[in-house]
């Protein structure tokens, strides 16, 4: 499994036509070279609930249900520290563009929430 992750790393990067050597395509090629089959086990693991908490929000909200509203909120705003943290460590504009597009979804959560108060 190991030499055939580091291939499909490898061609991937080729593919988009990444230099290796720098940076992120360097991260991810050294992240699939120290893939084990229990990381990958591991990440399946993780991604699959994470895409599922995503799913069942996306459900919730898709049919208006009040607790996914607050699922939503606090759900978007428990990345808010860490997007500061990014901030706070790197200069660019992609740490505060995230920032405050995670800041205006759980705004709007919140102002929904807030709204939905006056419901019967």
């Given at each position: 499994m190991h030499h055939d992750v580091q291939h499909v790393a490898e061609q991937l990067v080729s593919h988009l036509h990444l230099n290796p050597a720098s940076r992120y395509p360097r991260v991810f090629l050294d992240a699939a070279a120290a893939l084990t089959e229990s990381r990958a086990t591991l990440l399946v693991i993780g991604a699959a609930a994470y895409a599922l908490v995503r799913f069942v929000?996306?459900?919730?909200?898709?049919?208006?249900?009040?607790?996914?509203?607050?699922?939503?909120?606090?759900?978007?705003?428990?990345?808010?520290?860490?997007?500061?943290?990014?901030?706070?460590q790197r200069a660019g504009w992609l740490a505060p563009a995230a920032l405050a597009l995670n800041i205006l979804v759980v705004a709007l959560m919140c102002r929904a929430l807030l709204r939905g108060y006056g419901r019967a």
């Amino acid at each position: 499994m190991h030499h055939d992750v580091q291939h499909v790393a490898e061609q991937l990067v080729s593919h988009l036509h990444l230099n290796p050597a720098s940076r992120y395509p360097r991260v991810f090629l050294d992240a699939a070279a120290a893939l084990t089959e229990s990381r990958a086990t591991l990440l399946v693991i993780g991604a699959a609930a994470y895409a599922l908490v995503r799913f069942v929000e996306a459900y919730g909200l898709w049919h208006r249900r009040r607790w996914a509203e607050w699922f939503a909120a606090i759900s978007g705003a428990i990345y808010i520290p860490f997007e500061l943290y990014e901030l706070h460590q790197r200069a660019g504009w992609l740490a505060p563009a995230a920032l405050a597009l995670n800041i205006l979804v759980v705004a709007l959560m919140c102002r929904a929430l807030l709204r939905g108060y006056g419901r019967a």
